[in-house]
């Protein structure tokens, strides 16, 4: 028979394991969220079983590919303290020439058009790193003209037309379908492009640099690093990222037209809020945005999966995004205290 004694100490370990996952989830963003992700799936083993087979797994992390690709680059832009808003824009319109080239001259090779949708996003991304960096425009204010330029450009080019999927060749749409040991390629591909920029971002000299401006531009200019050229080269990545979505979104989904993804860029946005970047500059992991990737795959299919739910993804993404800068005031402040408390001791 257990005495009081032993009553009180269970539950103060109890209480003390619970007080230590919580201080684990504000210290560790990436713990919090495969915690979330977790919970989600184990919910929607109860509600939904169908999410849970082969198939609806491989299409979900499919479906949220793109924006996870995406999310990379953006979180560079954020690192830096910029934005950058004309990402959807900048694919939409690579993907619309491309799409148009391999409707009206199917013997161009794919290679090539992925070549030129990268080539075009490159140069869009190297124009919106000159307005920020050269003529210190708001990054917000510069993407957002970027945004309307190229939005405009689209519809001039395209005079309005459509490509459906008759339009494409087989070879432009097979890579979307394709797929290796049972993995789509979209997935393989954002798998790939991940490690890439890990590598990047955690063992380069230039990686280092970018969050070295993030976190103070001017200790980052005493120390010699010509923070104009690295601003610019990551305004370029980023288009070029979105440049070769372009023609991962228009494989994906076999359509072309100027109006589509439209708030596309708030999507990407909100992985990278998620993930932990701060959009104060100077902090972002790779692993906070495919995490917080595979969340937001997880909510959209979930929520789509329960009749009338559909309605309130938005909504729920809305509380996840202030529920993740709450989150990263907390553990900003938490770290700053932390410090204090160290150097008084």
Excluded at 29 to 56: D, E, N, Y
Excluded at 205 to 214: C, Q, V, Y
Aim: overall charge positive; charged content about 10%.
């Amino acid at each position: 028979m257990t005495n009081k004694a032993d009553t009180i100490k269970s539950t103060t370990n109890a209480h003390f394991s619970l007080k230590d996952v919580a201080k684990s989830i504000v210290k560790n963003r990436s713990f919090g969220l495969l915690m979330a992700c977790v919970v989600l799936l184990i919910l929607a083993s109860q509600l939904t079983p169908q999410l849970l087979t082969a198939k609806a797994l491989n299409d979900m992390l499919k479906n949220n590919a793109i924006a996870g690709i995406l999310a990379i680059g953006m979180l560079m832009v954020l690192v830096t303290r910029g934005i950058d808003l004309s990402i959807a824009a900048t694919m939409v319109f690579s993907g619309t020439v491309i799409s148009m080239i391999n409707a009206d001259n199917p013997e161009v090779p794919v290679f090539a058009l992925v070549l030129l949708a990268t080539g075009i996003g490159t140069v869009i991304g190297f124009y919106n790193g000159i307005l920020v960096s050269k003529l210190k425009l708001l990054p917000i204010i510069a993407t957002l003209s970027t945004l309307y330029v190229v939005r405009g450009l689209a519809y001039v080019v395209s005079d309005s037309r459509w490509i459906v999927p008759a339009n494409f060749s087989n070879s432009y749409k097979s890579f979307a379908v394709g797929s290796l040991f049972g993995i789509n390629n979209l997935i393989i591909t954002a798998i790939i492009m991940f490690f890439i920029f890990y590598i990047v971002l955690t063992h380069l000299k230039f990686g280092r640099r970018i969050f070295a401006i993030g976190s103070s531009p001017d200790s980052a200019k005493v120390s010699g690093i010509k923070s104009d050229m690295v601003i610019i080269a990551v305004y370029a990545i980023m288009g070029a990222i979105a440049g070769f979505a372009g023609f991962l979104y228009t494989s994906n989904y076999a359509i072309a037209q100027s109006t589509m993804a439209m708030g596309m860029e708030m999507d990407v946005i909100a992985i990278c809020i998620l993930g932990g970047v701060s959009i104060s500059g100077g902090t972002g992991k790779i692993s906070g945005i495919i995490i917080s990737t595979v969340l937001f795959a997880i909510i959209s299919s979930f929520l789509s999966m329960l009749s009338g739910l559909s309605i309130w993804t938005d909504a729920i993404k809305g509380v996840l995004i202030i529920g993740a800068v709450i989150l990263n005031i907390y553990t900003s402040r938490s770290a700053k205290q932390r410090a204090l408390r160290e150097r008084n001791i």
